[in-house]
């Protein structure tokens, strides 16, 4: 329901006022307000029930703040001053300016998770720390030094020298439900021991492009820079995730790492100061309404292989290039989300049942996974080919194609397809999202090496392309209608 503001509803009321007057013939018009009488007092029952629930938000808060602390950084930077302490999604930054570095201040947030004084906070709260200090709930304040940090899922661990500390207890963020009721603690923009309160949005945020590992609990409580490390809590007082980060200001819209994946991080940085996850060597896709036409699927959730390491754990164990995954380990698939969710919980060793659909025939692969490399940032330019062939049919897919250059095959890890040098604008190619320098390797899963098999698969008006870029692979439904 949409409600006016005040000033209008006033004006309305005052509007009805002369209407009502000259349908009565006054000559003249007063507006008077009359002071609403009061209403009856709030059944006992209501009361209660809210004075329970008041009670319960303060209880809740003053069990978990003694175990909640404020971090303050000293960090060397060549940048402009800006705050720190919380990653903006979708906006901010600043460019460096040169010169000397300057030592900037930051706040953040902890969570006291061992008594002995190991704290878990973000990655991006600690990074390049000069100098970590720890405000503690008594009033100490205390030297800390990192343990380990995690920039895949921006956590980190650090510790302080102190026994006998106050120590949050973990919860179950596979348990947490949509609509819950959760509190934020923290020091936004270094106030302390500030509480907020709201429910869980959304579970399984991913796609934000902030770390390379995303599993995201979605929040209205207000968080805000300095709460960053912080936790979210339910109300029995138990951790849920780790405040990470927020979409813009005042938006009540925040994201914190759930504590399934947060817990098993902090033990791992905690004792062996680094973390081992699981690894199965492929890429994933959602299984969207269009891609599954083109495979001759029914619609409805699923993951698409989209790329395979040849020397991966997932392809030792004979999966291919568009199979379709399912379940995992018994649980359905109904994004791609879910099954990086299952493999980064488990560890190298571990083995995985996939439930898999392989044209239309379902198969169950067990992969063992094994450890996760660190990942490379190479970046590849895009470049436009000499000899470059319009792609020509029955129907004109505006592209035009190139044999690949051989720097570029060797830059993208290639033997085959044709490179994309041209997307007319409007054409079905510009539609489905095609850019130059992507390399198409197959179309409907047979191997391309020429614009004619472009022109064969796509004689019925679509076609599922795979398509490679520097950043991975991707199947892309492309449609001529």
Known sequence: MTHSPPHRLRRAGVLVSVVGALALGASTVYSQQVPAAPGPPLPAATLNTMEQLSNGFADVASQTLPAVVS???????????????????????GGGRG????????TGSGVIVRADGVIVTNNHVVEGARRIMVHLRDGRVLPARVLGT?????????????????????????????????????????????VTHGVISAKGRAGLGQTSIEDYLQTDASINPGNSGGPLINLRGEVLGINTMILGRGTGVGFAVPSRLARLVTEQLATGGSVSRGWIGLGL???????????????????????????????????????VITSIDGRPVTSSNDVVQSVTGHRPNDAI?????????????????????????????RGRGTD????????????????????????????????????EPGGAAERAGLRPGDVILQADQQPVGNSGDLVTATQDGHSALLVRRANGQTFIPLSLD
């Open 285 to 323: 896709q959602d299984l969207t309404a269009d891609l599954a036409r083109n495979f001759d699927l029914p619609p409805g959730g699923g993951a698409i292989v989209s790329q395979l390491d040849p020397r991966g754990p997932s392809a030792r164990a004979g999966l291919a290039l568009g199979d």
């Open 71 to 93: 971090i303050r950084v000293d960090v060397e930077s060549h940048e402009p001053a800006m705050p720190r302490g919380f990653p903006f999604p979708f906006g901010g930054g």
């Open 388 to 423: 470059a062939p319009r792609v020509e049919g029955s129907r004109n897919l505006g592209i035009e194609v190139a044999p690949i250059p051989i720097q570029r095959a060797r830059q993208l890890g290639v033997d085959r397809g044709v490179m994309v040098t041209v997307v």
């Open 353 to 381: 049942t996939l439930a898999v659909l392989r044209n239309g025939q379902a198969h169950a692969v067990r992969v063992v996974a094994g450890p996760r490399p660190e990942a490379g940032n190479e970046r590849a330019a």
């Open 99 to 106: 010169g000397a570095p300057e030592i900037q201040h930051g």
């Open 150 to 194: 995690d920039p895949a899922t921006d956590l980190a661990a650090i510790k302080i020298d102190a026994t006998g500390l106050p120590v949050a207890r973990w919860g179950d963020s596979e348990r947490a439900r949509v609509g819950e009721w959760v509190l934020a603690i923290g020091a936004p923009f270094g106030l302390e021991a500030t």
